[in-house]
């Protein structure tokens, strides 16, 4: 089997949830056919290290399962109705939906040049107003929500287990919510914690109609109605950076599950942060390394090696050796592309171990040295030798 940690056991990946969270790591056994969905970018710039290093894993994750027999149907979202997207087409003085197809053409580029498989739809936010619209619909009728001043919140005293995907207190997640682009003093609401499904839009910012009043989707909503019109009430996993845990998957799940009435995400999995000069990679601090550049440099399996020879669930600082070393690794498998079975299936071992790439990388590497062929093996990590 395939292992790895389960938010609703519980995660981590973040410090401040050392002390509280119980952790598990516990055995993924899908059916044959696995639905998984990972949130995918807001584009309204280049792909950054981060964002190359969960979509990554995922796809290690997915060759893994194809190897094993699954077929796999894997969405992953573009965020095109978003406050980052319209804030920087503002500064360019563009259309927003010609910022999101710029970005995005570049992020697939991106994503093609590390040798990521392609996902069976990549379905953008502008393209759900009526599923969202029907989303809420649900959730409204069900007495999860309510409407204020314009704008549809959810209900967070109606949902018993509120908080039990990221295992935050009330408090901790107040401070998060506020920090990641909650308005936690919004007079409209009820409670500071309810978040909102929809709400009015700025003078130039899109907006549609609907039953409640003219306006946009909130953020997590789009995610749960993309999941619930692709891949139905249930999935298998579901995917995306540890700093999207709370509010973002907290907030998703609750919504979900009031709509449906049932389980929305039988495994969370999530990506660990890159830091970089010792903080964490973020575009506020200015420190984020692009895809696209290195690929100026390197060969990009070279760039996929240095991403996986990292745990995914391991926080981890990008340094200057990196992209040497891996370029001087890829050169030595280079060297030695013959096969060697029993080399597979340790590989195979390392990744049914959750997703133990460093262990896969180092069992490849020992066999070079040995004069091995690791050609299958490397294959099945995403990096096809010469
Ligand atoms: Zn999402």
Known sequence: FIAYINNENCVVINRKQNDTARRAIVAFEPNDHVLMYTCGITPYDATHLGHA??????DVLQRRLIDKGHTVRCIRNVTDVDDPLFAKARELGIHYLDLAAGEEARFERDMEALNALPVAATPRASSAIPDIRGFIGMVLDRGFAYESGGSVYFDVSK???????SHYSDDEMLVLAKER???????????????????PSASDEPSWDTMWGAGRPGWHIECSALALRELGTTIDLHGGGADLIFPHHECERAQSEAATGEPFVKHWMHTALIHKDGEKMSKSLGNLVFVDQLRETWDPRAIRLAIIEHHYRTEW????????????????????????PDLLDGVRTHLDDDLDTPGAIAAIDDAARRGAGVAEAAALLGVDLD
């Open 53 to 58: 290093a969960t979509f990554i894993a995922y």
């Open 159 to 165: 949902f018993g287990s509120f908080g039990s995907l």
């Open 317 to 340: 600082e990008w340094d200057d050796e990196l992209m040497p070393r891996n370029a001087a690794r890829l050169d030595s498998w280079n060297e030695r592309a013959g096969s060697n």
């Open 181 to 199: 682009g909650g308005n936690i003093d919004d007079p409209n609401k009820r409670s500071p914690l309810d978040f909102v499904l929809w709400h």
